[in-house]
């Protein structure tokens, strides 16, 4: 057996399957329906996801017979999707729902719930259980609820850097983190240290506030020094005292310290975070930020509509032509659709055709089409759309854990962005027909009735 099955199983002990209960009690004065706004887009989006489709994709996760009853899986399918919309945090998004009734009604309730409907952490788990497998059919939802919107073959693609939650990475930083852990695995493990360095750090970081004076310079590297050499003795010592089975349960730590106490500045795949190391270092040449910490994000966008048909994430560093076929496979996985011809900057140079997919990078060609050109113009159009994944749907920074994490991070992002996009088109076209029926009034109201008005004073 394999180990993803193994551990769905395992899961599986836990949590018992739970059907959506339809009440058919009455509110004594009236249900939810009733008092919301019944042209609300979130109401309509409702009617439009497919929820019986997570239902069965979902419940193999879950035990039929075995374990506590796990939340719906509407509910929690749900607040994912309301968390990315409003760009909330889980423990925020629970508390929102509780006094918010149109998230009440998305969730599948049918009368007000005074309190919150889960434990932050459960959403954790939840996460956790369906993977980025499950997290990539909620996408795929999100592109079916856009309906022939997403149906365009011209696509235009560009990648960006999905940043971690962590902190800017100093070789310092990283060494006094190292003894930190190392002095909090020896508490843990009963073991006496020779020395906790608790006083001598305090000295040496006094001496780090004055590294960039002249006077202060020398003793500040020094300092930086001495830190390091602190930090390789902790780790040592801890080699050698550690019993073998405890030994065995912090070794993937003790081999992370290790290999950032000996990479060099010019060394490739270093460590930027002891809790984060996979975490990557990209330049992408803007000049407020020269590096950004994290992982690249591929974005794959329908020219005509600006629906969002394909995202992937990659924790290499990988030139933007190598990522274009898995983002085109991702897509065909999803769509059953073929793409007929990709628009992508210069940072794409190199290959002509992926996967019998023509790739269209502007250069300079007198025999242009008008058509084509206008197309590379069209190109541009995905700059404000990873610009408001980042800034309006949590993709600028990313909280989620692992390289699991990053992935599902920007799965959730596109598809909070296709169903913004598709509840903001329902609203304007509600105004719309408003402002018809209102110019129409007036007209009718100036031919047939202004004119033959008497005026009196």
């Excluded at 310079?217 to 390789?232: E, F």
């Excluded at 500045?265 to 975490?279: A, F, G, M, Q």
């Excluded at 058509?371 to 749907?393: M, T």
């Amino acid at each position: 057996m394999r180990e993803k099955d193994k551990l769905s199983l395992k899961t599986c002990r836990f949590f018992m399957y739970k059907k959506q209960i339809a009440s058919p009690q009455t509110s004594m004065f009236s249900s939810l329906f009733d008092i919301i706004d019944q042209h609300h887009p979130l109401v309509k989006l409702v009617e439009k996801i497919r929820w019986q489709r997570f239902e069965e994709l979902f419940s193999k996760h879950y035990s039929p017979r075995m374990g506590k009853p796990a939340k719906p899986i509407r509910l929690m399918v749900s607040l994912l999707i309301l968390k990315q919309l409003r760009n909330l945090s889980d423990e925020n998004m629970v508390e929102h729902w509780s006094e918010n009734l149109y998230f009440q009604y998305f969730s599948g309730q049918q009368f007000f719930m005074p309190k919150v409907p889960c434990s932050s952490t459960e959403l954790v788990e939840f996460r956790k259980r369906i993977g980025p497998e499950g997290i990539e059919e909620i996408f795929k939802e999100s592109i079916y609820v856009n309906d022939k919107d997403a149906d365009d073959d011209i696509l235009t693609v560009d990648t960006t850097v999905q940043e971690k939650n962590i902190t800017y990475p100093t070789d310092t930083k990283l060494h006094q983190r190292i003894i930190k852990k190392c002095v909090g695995i020896a508490r843990s493990e009963d073991i006496e240290l020779r020395q906790s360095y608790k006083f001598t750090l305090k000295k040496l970081n006094v001496l780090l506030r004055f590294q960039h004076t002249k006077s202060g310079s020398a003793r500040a590297r020094k300092a930086r020094k001495k830190i390091k050499t602190i930090a390789g003795r902790l780790e040592r010592e801890l080699r050698r005292k550690l019993s073998a089975s405890a030994f065995g349960k912090h070794r993937v730590q003790l081999d992370i310290y290790h290999k950032v106490l000996l990479q060099k500045r010019s060394d490739t795949n270093k460590i930027y975070s002891l809790h984060e190391p996979e975490v990557k270092c990209y330049t992408k040449g803007k000049e407020h930020k020269k590096f950004e910490f994290g992982s690249k994000a591929s974005v794959l966008v329908t020219q005509s509509s600006g629906v969002i048909v394909g995202a992937l994430s990659f924790n290499e560093n990988v030139h933007d032509s190598k990522t274009l076929e898995p983002v085109l496979e991702q897509y065909e996985r999803l769509t059953e659709r073929k793409p007929r011809e990709v628009y992508a900057d210069r940072g794409y140079r190199g290959p002509k055709q992926v996967k019998q997919v023509s790739i269209k990078v502007p250069k300079p060609d007198k025999a242009i089409t008008r058509q084509q050109r206008k197309r590379h113009g069209r190109r541009a159009a995905i700059e404000p759309v990873i610009s408001h994944l980042k800034f309006d749907y949590g993709l600028i920074r990313n909280f989620l854990k692992g390289t699991q994490g990053d992935s599902m991070n920007l799965l959730l992002s596109a598809a909070a962005f296709n169903f913004k996009r598709v509840m903001t088109l329902w609203r304007t076209e509600a105004l719309f027909r408003w402002k018809l029926i209102y110019n129409l009034l007036i007209n009718i109201y100036r031919e047939f009735f202004a004119l033959n008005a008497k005026m009196s004073f």
